[in-house]
């Protein structure tokens, strides 16, 4: 019988190959649209966040350096991803705006990864995949 240790290591082993897939795989496909992996990630976060936020906000939730997330900002604005507006309350606060983004390879390359999860998932009881997602989560803020 394993300890509670013992599997946490494993669990441990386990998330440090998936986040190194996840790392590469998200490098490989931001690559093919000329971004980097920060940028696409970031913007990424501005999607699933749903609404606009300030740079500071987005500094804040990436805990990436306001000079990095400027930068950021600047390349996606570059490529139309995101708009910056002045806020009209606050002419000083600048609000940033994430624009849908429709790339065929990005969305090749997504629908296979969730073709193959999809695939995973059937091994697994609705149950067990609901414990998995309680899991990730409880850790999705580990830092």
């Known amino acids: 019988m394993s300890t509670r240790k013992q599997v946490g290591d494993q669990i441990a082993d386990a998330m440090q190959e998936v986040i190194a897939s996840a790392v590469l795989t998200n490098e490989r496909i931001?690559?093919?649209?000329?971004?980097?992996?920060v940028d696409f990630q970031t913007y990424g976060v501005l999607l699933r966040h749903g609404e606009p936020m300030t740079p500071g906000q987005l500094s804040q939730l990436t805990e990436l350096p306001s000079s990095t997330t400027t930068r950021v900002l600047d390349r996606?604005?570059?490529?139309?991803?995101?708009?910056?507006?002045?806020?009209?309350?606050?002419?000083?606060?600048?609000?940033?705006?994430?624009h849908p983004f429709e790339d065929e390879r990005v969305g090749a390359a997504y629908a296979e990864i969730v073709q193959q999860m999809d695939v995973v998932h059937?091994?697994?009881?609705?149950?067990?995949?609901?414990?998995?997602?309680?899991?990730?989560?409880?850790?999705?803020?580990?830092?």
């Open 122 to 143: 059937t091994g697994f009881t609705i149950a067990e995949l609901q414990t998995v997602l309680r899991y990730l989560h409880a850790v999705k803020h580990v830092r």
């Open 76 to 98: 996606l604005e570059s490529k139309g991803m995101i708009e910056r507006r002045p806020d009209p309350a606050d002419r000083r606060k600048v609000w940033v705006h994430a």
């Open 30 to 37: 931001a690559r093919s649209v000329g971004l980097n992996v």
